[in-house]
Nanobody, 125 residues
Framework: VQLQASGGGLVQAGGSLRVSCTISGRTFRNHAVAWFRQTPGMERSFVAGINRSGGKIYSTDDVKGRFTIDMGNARNTVYLQMNYLKPEDTAVYYC???????????????????WGLGTQVTVSS
């Protein structure tokens, strides 16, 4: 399974950005997919995740109402639409996938077997 994140960039506070995670590989269709973010000196933190079979969605409280995770029609791309961005959203955003992710570990980085290279999102004040 290979993941490629794209779509990061620089945006002003209050603006919007959409990052994409393109997934390939023969066995990825049963994998849950999530977005994490990381700032220098900090651990990766969960942002949002989606169960690829049932569409169940998870997100952290600080992005609820602002960020939306969804899956493209071809089911090989997962998007993170980020609205009302704040400077504290500045981070490198990573997408991750894993076949063994369940509701109890969806927010745990070690639950994910595959990671893409990150994409930088910078929000200016």
């Amino acid at each position: 399974v290979q993941l490629q994140a794209s779509g990061g960039g620089l945006v002003q506070a209050g603006g919007s950005l959409r990052v994409s995670c393109t997934i390939s590989g023969r066995t990825f269709r049963n994998h849950a997919v999530a977005w994490f973010r990381q700032t220098p000196g900090m651990e990766r933190s969960f942002v949002a995740g989606i169960n690829r079979s049932g569409g169940k969605i998870y997100s952290t409280d600080d992005v609820k109402g602002r960020f939306t995770i969804d899956m493209g029609n071809a089911r090989n791309t997962v998007y993170l639409q980020m609205n009302y961005l704040k400077p504290e959203d500045t981070a490198v955003y990573y997408c991750a996938a894993g076949p063994s992710v369940i509701s109890s570990n969806v927010r745990t980085p070690t639950a994910y077997a595959y990671w893409g290279l990150g994409t930088q999102v910078t929000v200016s004040s």
